[in-house]
């Protein structure tokens, strides 16, 4: 079983910039796909960016172009690059990996950082 950490949340202004980071314990081998979700209280978890073992990127319609996703497969760590964040963008924000089993793809989750884009 993969453990997640994150780090690099807190608050950021409006049209400023905000990095976060989470590292992956276990297999170095074992990950398929790590991206980053967000939920706010009342609603249900989404989906933010993840990028697929190879490269291949997905990104939600309401922070494509401001938002890039990073992963370094030696350190199996994932980045989340925050630029022009809008308040709509607080949330908590939830690591996830794919980890590959014989029984198929086991997900894991962070235990959440929170980011909050006010004045």
């Known amino acids: 079983q993969v453990q997640l950490v994150e780090s690099g949340g807190g608050l950021v202004q409006p049209g400023g910039s905000l990095g976060l980071s989470c590292s992956a314990s276990?297999?170095?081998?074992?990950?398929?796909?790590m991206g980053w979700y967000r939920q706010v209280p009342g609603k249900q978890r989404e989906l933010v960016a993840q990028m697929i073992r190879g490269g291949g990127t997905n990104y939600a319609d309401s922070v494509a172009g401001r938002f890039t996703i990073s992963r370094d497969y030696a350190k199996n760590t994932v980045y989340l690059q925050m630029n022009s964040p809008k308040p709509e963008d607080t949330a908590v924000y939830y690591c996830?990996?794919?980890?590959?089993?014989?029984?198929?793809?086991?997900?894991?989750w962070g235990q959440g950082t929170q980011v909050t884009v006010s004045s």
């Open positions: 996830y990996a794919d980890e590959y089993s014989d029984s198929g793809l086991i997900g894991s």
């Open positions: 276990g297999s170095a081998l074992s990950i398929h796909a």
